[in-house]
């Protein structure tokens, strides 16, 4: 599979709660980046990984939200403290050259 | 302020119509512009890429045009299929940035 894998498709939590995602780039590609989409509106822009190094964060990701790039392949979306708020749809992406979406996590906070 | 705005927001067809879908942008320089077709609930798909210096590609029923001098773009589906619903979204790559700038979508309903 050469596509961007993220896991899981869908995640429905209690307020409250903390929760992680994971995307897994195509091999080759070094940069990933996490977006955040709600209903009718194009994907916002998280945060952005060279290699495993966090190069920038959007002030939408407060601090209750926390990105890793171990060893710069796989990267994790961690979010504490769940709120109402922070359902969306998480999609991450990677690019060497072209810019490659993986299929989301829908997160449905109760 | 989006730097990309999609029109119209949404749109219905009948099945084997033909549609066309515009993109205004604001960002420059930049250094290609992409469409994207997202269904529901999964991520985009690019449709095609075209550089500042391109004026149209093609990707079988779908065909973008792109107007730099203008700033504008647009999308043509011809003999438009039910699996065609979906949103399209226009995104444009600024130079010598990585971030993308996302147009908020076009959202296509084919109907029998």
């Known amino acids: 599979d050469t596509g961007v894998s993220q896991d899981p498709r869908h995640k429905i939590t209690k307020r409250g709660q903390n929760v992680t995602f994971r995307c897994d780039p195509i091999?080759?590609?070094?940069?990933l980046y996490w977006y955040r989409q709600t209903l009718g509106q194009g994907p916002e822009f998280l945060t952005y990984?060279?290699?495993?190094?966090?190069?920038?964060k959007s002030r939408l990701l407060s601090d209750r939200f926390s990105a890793e790039r171990p060893k710069g392949s796989f990267s994790t979306l961690e979010i504490q403290r769940t709120e109402q708020g922070d359902s969306a749809m998480y999609l991450c992406?990677?690019?060497?050259?072209?810019?490659?979406f993986g299929s989301g996590t829908r997160l449905t906070v109760v | 302020k989006n730097q990309v705005e999609q029109s119209p927001q949404s749109l219905i067809i009948l099945e084997g119509k033909n549609c066309t879908l515009q993109?205004?942008?604001?960002?420059?320089?930049?250094?290609?512009l992409r469409w994207y077709k997202q269904d529901t609930g999964r991520g985009p798909v690019s449709l095609t890429i075209?550089?500042?210096?391109?004026n149209t590609k093609s990707n079988g029923r779908y065909t973008a045009t792109l107007d730099a001098d203008t700033k504008q773009s647009s999308l043509h589906i011809t003999a438009s299929q039910l699996s065609d619903s979906a949103s399209y979204i226009c995104?444009?790559?600024?130079?010598?940035?990585?971030?993308?700038?996302f147009g908020a979508g076009t959202t296509v309903t084919v109907r029998a």
């Open positions: 995104v444009v790559s600024p130079f010598n940035d990585y971030k993308l700038s």
């Open positions: 990984f060279q290699n495993e190094a966090q190069l920038e």
């Open positions: 992406a990677s690019s060497l050259l072209g810019y490659t």
């Open positions: 993109c205004n942008y604001t960002v420059s320089p930049f250094s290609n």
């Open positions: 091999s080759e590609h070094n940069r």
């Open positions: 075209m550089t500042f210096s391109e």
